[in-house]
């Protein structure tokens, strides 16, 4: 669901009254877009208003006519007609306003519904590298806490700001209706009121948008500690990091009070209009009723009238108050929604046709910042059911040529083919159906266990979990859980050892059959034993399938069918273990460092660096 694209930049406000206008508008517009579905259900809600409108208005008139046509007259059984009409409009005003309240809260939470629905399937689709760079408090605040402020809008500000305003245009009517001069008189305090208001609105939508900034901070950095609390408390950060909420929570006060400090001031003078409609009322026709100019019920409904007139005043102030904070959150949602995703341009969509897994890479350069090379003319073959182990030092790129696999990251130049084909031109879920990834930090979601190693299938089947559990030689632990399979997991497995975690992210990985399977680091943290049932395991799993496996450990690399050394992004030697060894070159010495007596000087070999293309 889009509408009319407005582009959004905090500098932006900072221009001039017509391009504030225009900007305003085009948010507007664009949230308004979420209410298009629900269209008859704003309907209805803008004629139960216009109804109640007529209802509020038709109060003080008949107050006018108790007092004018009946007990200025001495009519009591006029005057208890009137009483009873009075008491129906009143009646018939709680009933309008009661289905008021019921379809604005049905239309704005059916709208809202369908923003945070459209927010949090577009974060799932939005490129790794931005999530990398996004900490998860910011998306999270913008998912929850500036769709909550959109919400308030949808239901409490759009349309009960046009019935506030034909509530307004109702009593207006009604006054110069009773009396043109005295209508005149008392709607004098409303130009002052006018440009209070747009003094107001300036100041005010600076302040909601700093106070929405500084709100993301601190989800931001409350999710950063709360997921990072055993390093918090391990490295003694308490008091450190108290201190750095303690400056994001008083930046979040002052800006707070300084929106409240502009409230504060408007909603007194505010007042103070009111205060000074009244006297004129009193003064000028209080003096012409006892001049017999007016009649005494056109003075009286004239009060009724402008307490009526001020509470739709302050109901669009507060209304204004909304308005600027989902203004101020659409902004930052809006930014969110018009950044691309990660697809596939359609005319290149197609299922591939997956057959042996041969992989080819072709001069891939990667970087995740300009001109800061991590990869620089990588070129290899896998063959179709060939195991090649990646090995080299920490940051010679090793997982970051990982992630280009499945496409978590897209190379700024060269290609990577599988079978022949670009991977560029797959479908992105049917690459990575057939291109299963074990990474080093498995997550995991809170629910079953056979949930978590499901996913792909939507009827998975306990049996063939079952089947490749025994295969794997991890049967008998999971059926020694305390409920097998149905043991319901925390969130990330927090109940379950990393070691048993990567076992999961194993068997999760193999249950889908990918043609390719890649190993990052899979098995840095399961103990010798488990990792010799799970090898045994794996020469099974692995027949038919190509596999790309990251490790250190030798016996690991040994099993490989080719290794392909990484160094400083570029691949500097290519052969099998005895080979690589004979040759006592990068793996060579890799080699010794691992067994503990590393030769002097090997982390200042230069392989070269290769040209920036």
Request: hydrophobic residues 45%; contains cysteine; glycine residues 8%.
């Amino acid at each position: 669901m889009r509408a009319t694209r407005v582009p959004v930049s905090p500098s932006f406000p900072h221009g001039g009254d017509e391009e504030k206008v225009r900007y305003d508008l085009g948010l507007a517009l664009r949230l308004l877009w979420y209410l298009r579905p629900y269209g008859w259900l704003g309907l209805i809600s803008l004629m139960v208003m216009a109804l109640d409108a007529i209802l509020d208005a038709l109060g003080p008139y008949l107050t006018k006519v108790a007092i004018d046509e009946h007990i200025a007259k001495g009519d009591l059984e006029g005057l208890w007609t009137v009483v009873l009409l009075y008491l129906g409009c009143s009646g018939a005003g709680a009933i309008t306003q009661f289905l008021r309240v019921y379809f604005l809260q049905l239309t704005g939470q059916k709208a809202i519904m369908g923003l945070r629905l459209e927010i949090f399937g577009h974060l799932l689709k939005l490129p790794a590298s931005w999530h990398d760079k996004t900490p998860v408090g910011t998306s999270v605040s913008r998912a929850v806490s500036d769709v909550e402020a959109i919400q308030e809008l949808f239901t409490q500000g759009v349309i009960v700001v046009i019935g506030d305003i034909l509530a307004l245009l109702a009593i207006v009517a009604a006054l110069f209706w009773l009396d043109l001069r005295l209508a005149l008189v008392t709607l004098a305090v409303v130009p002052p009121l006018l440009l209070a208001t747009l003094i107001y609105r300036r100041k005010a939508r600076r302040a909601y948008r700093e106070l929405r900034s500084t709100v993301a901070k601190v989800n931001a950095f409350l999710q950063e500690n709360l997921s990072g609390i055993r390093t918090v408390q391990l490295l003694g950060l308490e008091e450190r990091n108290r201190k750095r909420f303690q400056s994001l929570n008083m930046a979040m006060r002052d800006q707070q009070i300084r929106s409240i400090k502009y409230t504060s001031i408007f909603f007194p003078f505010v007042e103070v209009m009111g205060a000074l409609a009244l006297g004129a009322i009193l003064v000028y026709g209080g003096g012409r009723a006892l001049q017999d100019q007016i009649e005494l019920g056109v003075v009286v409904a004239f009060i009724q009238y402008m307490k009526r007139f001020f509470q739709p005043v302050r109901d669009l102030a507060e209304k204004y108050n909304l308005l600027q904070a989902a203004m101020a959150a659409s902004e930052r949602v809006f930014e969110i929604l018009d950044l691309p995703p990660q697809e596939v341009p359609s005319s290149r969509l197609r299922q591939p046709p997956v057959k042996g897994g041969e992989i080819l890479a072709r001069d891939l350069w990667f970087a995740y910042k300009p001109d800061e090379w991590v990869l620089r003319g990588v070129d290899f073959r896998v063959r179709a059911s060939q195991v090649v182990a990646l090995v080299g030092a920490t940051g010679a790129g090793k997982s970051s040529l990982i992630g280009l696999f499945n496409r978590l990251y897209e190379p700024q130049k060269g290609e990577i083919l599988v079978d022949g084909l670009d991977i560029r031109s797959w479908p992105l879920e049917a690459l990575r159906r057939h291109v299963a990834v074990i990474p080093q930090d498995v997550f995991l979601f809170r629910g079953t266990l056979l949930e978590n190693v499901t996913f792909w299938q939507r009827h998975g089947r306990l049996e063939d979990v079952e089947e490749v559990a025994r295969e794997m030689g991890i049967d008998g632990w999971i059926k020694g859980l305390p409920r097998g399979y149905e043991t319901m997991l925390d969130e990330r497995g927090q109940n379950l050892s990393l070691g048993q975690r990567q076992l999961l992210a194993f068997l999760r990985a193999l249950l889908y059959d990918p043609k390719i399977l890649v190993l990052d680091e899979a098995t840095s943290a399961v103990d010798p034993f488990t990792e010799s049932l799970l090898m045994r395991a794996m020469e099974h799993l692995t027949r038919g399938r190509t596999c790309i496996i990251i490790a250190h450990r030798l016996s690991t690399v040994r099993r490989a069918d080719k290794i392909l050394v990484l160094h400083r992004g570029k691949i500097a030697e290519e052969g099998t273990h005895l080979e690589l060894l004979r040759s006592r070159g990068l793996y060579w010495r890799l080699h010794r460092h691992y067994l503990g007596s590393p030769p002097v000087g090997w982390k200042e070999m230069d392989l070269g660096h290769g040209e920036v293309p």
